[in-house]
């Protein structure tokens, strides 16, 4: 049993998010330190003049900024502060004629107005050193007082196009999802493999307990449940032994008495001695049953891959050669995992049942998307529907339609059903339509290598 130490899960998921997220934010700032600042949004007097001038209604000029005006009760909020400001609105002011007090500036945050205030970058440096008049950067809205003392609001428009500095942030988050794709892809993959592993130790252990047990490895949580995984496995390992080697054990003791109430009946009258003779064979028969299921039982599988309808061909071949009405209608090559000595027993019992109690057997072998089904179909009476289940129950008979003097002792179908789910599947019966019964297999089919 390999055991490997390792982290909590709880550790592995946060530290998978400290990864993702230390890898998007140095690619953001590499990106932003290494790319050119976005160029600024530069208003001048003259473009402000022309939409209070316009309204709104004239085009601006090739290159110049869209500006949207309405009309308003009360000017902008907040108060023009600033020497900035008050230099932008003294020049709107005075290119509009009108005195300082009818016009407003006002801006959401610090931003750049003229020369000085947070220091621009160089570029905007050099342009705003540049100006020939005092410009204004950014978000703003300018009111303008009229003559029937409504205020004109100047604004710039505001647009849903992609702008560059979008297109930048948008390269950000795309680069930081490659880059953080293959690390979250690694740590998802070794979390999730010691839990896809835990889900297939339990699928292999509901075909056989002897199964081998589990790797201890991943997380610790992941680790402790493997531990109490494969606990459990020899638990139920043992649980398993016991009760099979006890059932044995008293199949085999029986012999004993019956051989002796074999002498002993020698002596009685022969009607009665022929009942007795009678039922100790039966009850021979049934214990030589059982040491044949106990032996069954213990002995370890050997699963390989193999072709369901060979061995279906192979079972009725041989049922043929005995003069039995057996054949195969339908034969799909389809490939399981499984036990060859076992499903070969599971199939004789089908096809015994369907010739002692429907007289001919067909089989046919179908591939119905992940499963492999075989059906056997006999020309009998059929079942009570009440009888279908309760007949895979140990030594359970139907006296109606499967006698004493026909029948065997009531393990076939028990047999089956333990081979069948033993390999994952599952036995089936129902009465068919057209009369007589038919007994469906379904196994999984081999997977790929």
Request: with cysteine.
């Amino acid at each position: 049993m390999k055991k490997t130490l390792a982290l909590p899960l709880f550790l592995q998921t946060l530290g998978l998010v400290i990864v993702t997220l230390v890898v998007a934010q140095t690619l953001s700032v590499l990106v932003i330190l290494n790319l050119p600042p976005p160029p600024p949004l530069v208003y001048t007097v003259a473009e402000v003049v022309q939409a209070v001038r316009s309204a709104g209604e004239a085009i601006p000029e090739e290159g110049a900024h869209v500006l949207t005006t309405r009309l308003s009760n009360r000017p902008p909020n907040g108060a023009t502060e600033g020497r900035r400001r008050l230099h932008f609105r003294d020049a709107v002011a005075q290119a509009l004629s009108v005195d300082t007090g009818s016009v407003v500036v006002t801006q959401p945050g610090p931003r750049i107005v003229a020369l000085g205030g947070p220091r621009p970058p160089p570029q905007q440096r050099e342009l705003l050193r540049d100006a020939p008049e005092p410009l204004l950067m950014g978000s703003f809205q300018i009111g303008v007082r009229r003559a029937d003392h409504r205020w004109l609001i100047v604004a710039p428009k505001t647009t849903f196009g992609i702008d560059p500095w979008q297109e930048r942030l948008l390269l950000v988050v795309a680069l930081s999802v490659l880059a953080v794709s293959p690390v979250a892809w690694l740590f998802s993959r070794r979390l999730a493999a010691p839990i896809a592993a835990l889900a297939a130790g339990a699928e292999r252990l509901g075909r056989d307990p002897r199964a081998p047990h589990l790797e201890v490895v991943g997380s610790a949580e992941v680790a402790a449940a493997a531990v109490a995984f494969n606990e459990m496995q020899e638990r139920l390992q043992r649980y398993v032994e016991e009760r099979v080697g006890m059932l044995g054990a008293i199949a085999h003791d029986l012999r004993t008495p019956l051989t002796r109430l074999k002498f002993r009946v020698e002596g009685t009258p022969e009607p009665l001695r022929d009942k007795l003779i009678a039922d100790i064979d039966q009850m021979e028969a049934m214990v030589a049953s059982v040491l044949g299921f106990v032996r069954d039982a213990a002995q370890t599988r050997d699963y390989c891959k193999l072709e369901v309808s060979s061995l279906v061909e192979t079972v009725m071949d041989e049922a043929a050669l005995t003069g039995a009405d057996a054949a195969v209608e339908r034969a799909d090559r389809v490939v399981v995992d499984g036990d060859p000595l076992a499903l070969k027993r599971l199939f004789v019992n089908l096809v015994d049942n369907a010739l002692k109690f429907g007289s001919r057997a067909r089989a046919r072998v179908l591939a119905e998307g992940e499963m492999a089904v075989i059906e056997v179909d006999d020309d009998g009476p059929g079942m009570p529907e009440n009888e279908i289940e309760r007949v895979f129950e140990p030594f359970h008979r139907v006296e109606t339609s499967r006698s004493r003097e026909t029948g065997g002792i009531g393990l076939g179908l028990s047999v089956a059903r333990a081979v069948a789910r033993g390999h994952g599947g599952d036995v089936v019966l129902r009465n068919r339509a057209s009369g007589g019964l038919r007994a469906r297999v379904s196994l999984p089919r081999a997977r790929p290598a």
